[in-house]
């Protein structure tokens, strides 16, 4: 098979091929590659010719180009720069992109609106260097509504703008951070050190965007109890309700605001156990006493209702932010792996460990009873 071939063949998944760093979207391949051509000399290595990207393309990376500049200029004296006119120039250069890429997303270019449902259809036509400046200019601005559908979209990373977590914790945007631990997928060991600390020992003046949070917890929580007592919803869907009322009722009662905020971290998928053992390890004293106490609350809530475990796996979205028993054990063995001689010299940790320690004895009965019926009922199919 020759170079060409494999090049062609590359095409296909074009999802997993990088753009050069002069062309900062992720451009349509397949005419591009399937129109390059070797040359005919007997030289070792044959050179390709045909190489032209489209012309659309070439026209949003120029408009994206021009837009760069221009903000640039314009945030290097951000107080002769209004939030009004940062809205209308980036409405505009949507717009322009729009045009040029020839679709259409149903909404006037006139407010913040325009900006999010463009983002949500078609951010991915945004370069990276465009967002860094969007970015940059949502936090001048505080625009939270436009940097938060840059994070749901999965555009922001660390190479478009540098310590985007701690900027956010600084501003106390802990709803966009909860967010952000859920969509950004390169979260530095740093970032989730600052995470943890916001949160176990959150700032005094970090508590109002904390209680959004909380809000929409309790939002949540009032569906699923609302959805559990529809008498007209099928069976199986009640029964998921019911189970969905359940561990959000337990998400929620006796955790204070920062707490529910740091279900978010416990429950992600997107964070390494590695980068997590490591963060837990950097904690200080008074960080574990309130992670340790954080992580009992958990165990006790699984002890009172022992069946929410089992039935987590195959419940809506609305719970899967929710800690499951394999998350805060997890955890556990991670507090106790990087901070064993402190549980064990110090007082104040020993008499939280001891009290624990009833609690995963109680547990561990529970499930030693349970694999034995489990095994008795199978041998009963048998």
Known sequence: MSMLELITKASATSNQLTSDSQYPIVLNTDPILLNLKPKTNYSFVNRVDGWKISDNDAQVIELGQKFYKNLKI??????????????????????????SAEISIGVEPKDE????????????????????????????FEIWEILKTLIVG?????SCFKDFVGNLIEKRRADLVC????????????????????????????YSSMVDVRKEWE?????????????????KKLTLAKDAAVLLMM???????????????????????????????KLNGSEIMSFVRYLKK??????????????????????????????VTKCFGFVIDEHFSSLVLHPEFCEEVKSVEFV??????????????????ASLKI
């Open 219 to 235: 939002r949540k929580a009032v569906s699923a109890i609302e959805t559990a007592g529809d008498k007209s919803a099928g069976e």
């Open 154 to 158: 999965g555009l922001v990373n660390s």
């Open 113 to 140: 609106v325009y900006s999010k449902v463009f983002i949500q259809k078609f951010g991915f036509l945004i370069g990276e260097a465009v967002l860094g400046l969007v970015i940059e200019a949502c936090f001048v």
């Open 360 to 377: 995963v004895s109680s547990l561990a009965s529970e499930a030693r009873i349970c694999c034995s019926l489990a095994n008795f009922c």
């Open 298 to 327: 958990w165990l006790v809530k699984y002890l009172k209702f022992p069946h929410a475990y089992l039935s987590s796996k195959s419940l809506p979205k609305a719970v899967e932010l929710v800690p499951s028993l394999e998350n």
């Open 179 to 206: 967010l952000s631990v859920k969509y950004v997928s390169d979260l530095q060991v740093s970032d989730i050190i600052s995470v943890m600390r916001f949160f176990l020992c959150p700032p005094k003046d970090g």
């Open 251 to 281: 998400a929620h009662d006796e955790f204070t605001t920062s707490e529910l905020c740091l279900h978010h971290l416990i429950a992600s998928s997107n964070v390494d156990d590695v980068i997590l053992s490591a963060c837990i390890g």
């Open 74 to 99: 314009k945030l290097k004296n951000p107080k002769s720069f209004t939030k009004v006119e940062f809205i209308s120039m980036l409405n505009l250069y949507l717009e322009k992109i729009r045009e």
